[in-house]
């Protein structure tokens, strides 16, 4: 089995740059409110941790739970403890163990799905209501081609995707479509550019996924990543399921600035939120914040800052970005009017290292944004409180 290296998504920022716009976009709105104090340390032992990614919450349905990764070092096979947070008690426990942060779902009604080696040569794919009952297996497939990138769960638990290797060399790359109702597989898209494509299943009544296309991305015959995306940039399309039908976006070159790989559905609306390099047409007074729909120009949905990672609430109404620029501040806004606040600092000072990237979310009652930072020297996983009038004044602009 080829080596597994794992891809910096933040690194395609340091890449992209790229021709301004042609479409004509429309200013949204800003809006004023006091920062308020306070966020707690979540984890504290020195372990890698990640509260996983920020497209969408990983939280139980009634926001009491979230779960955050982290390596063990002491483990083998499976070195991810999979760590479930009673929000406000801060009270802990394990929930179980999983080969890496790589294939990691959440459903819309708060179910967690991820991936765990037998040791015999097979991979399970597993399933846990935070916070009830205890995890079983709902699918077991053969430990190759190697899953890549976060998987993605359909709203109504019938398909599973990820991303896999493709053939022998790492020269291409396919999007697997695992029908959990039939029992069966099938690798229903691929191309040598879908390296790390972020599939995402679209919570609404569409049956299609989300994909990202890294444009000139390459990789070492050995599995060592040589360019995550070439000067073409990256861009996003549709995949109907299970037919494997592609649409193309208008975002990303010719079309926009490149995308920066950081995207998410607008709850069951249609619509995706991502963000593109911040320049030229996009710079931050103009909107690097886009919303888009399959056949339609993208649009202005924020300005302001340096949006960089998206995420956007279970019920569609609210986005979470990071700043990206010091202090690295925690913004959330309306999907709607693009008014915005700021809830806190992170502080950090990203590197490499995916688990120094803040990668906000807001938690299904929109009470908590949940974020990395590696402010005190070490990357830990960070919650602060939303106050109930930002959300209020954000939901009414």
Known sequence: MPRTHRITRRAALAQMSGAAATATFVPRLALAVEQPAGARQVTTEEYHHSNIYCETPYCSRDSRWFVYARTNPKLQANRTELMAVELGTWKQERLDVATSTSGLAVSPEGVFYYLQRTGQGELDLMRAELGHGKPERVYRRKDEPWIRSLGTISSDGRYYAGG??????????????????????????????????????????????????????????DGK?????????????????????????????????????HEAWIGTTGEMLLTVSWSGDFAPEKGNLLGVRPGGPARVAAKGHRFSHVGVSRCGRLFSCDDWQPPYKIVIGSTRSGATAVVCESQGKPDRDQNTHPHPYLTPDLKWVVFNSNRSGFAHVYAAPVPEDTVAGLLKA
């Open 225 to 261: 990543l040589e360019k995550l995306v070439g000067d073409e940039g990256a861009t996003l399309y549709v995949l109907s399921v299970p037919e494997g039908k592609r649409t193309a976006l208008q975002v990303g070159k010719p079309y926009t600035t490149p995308c920066t790989g």
């Open 164 to 221: 896999v290797v493709v053939g022998e060399g790492w020269k291409n790359f396919g999007v697997m479509l695992v029908d959990l109702k039939e029992g069966r597989e099938a690798v229903i898209d691929q191309d040598p550019f879908i390296l790390n494509p972020h599939p995402q299943f679209d919570p609404g009544p569409r049956a299609q996924l989300m994909i990202q296309h890294n444009r000139g991305g390459k990789f070492a015959p």
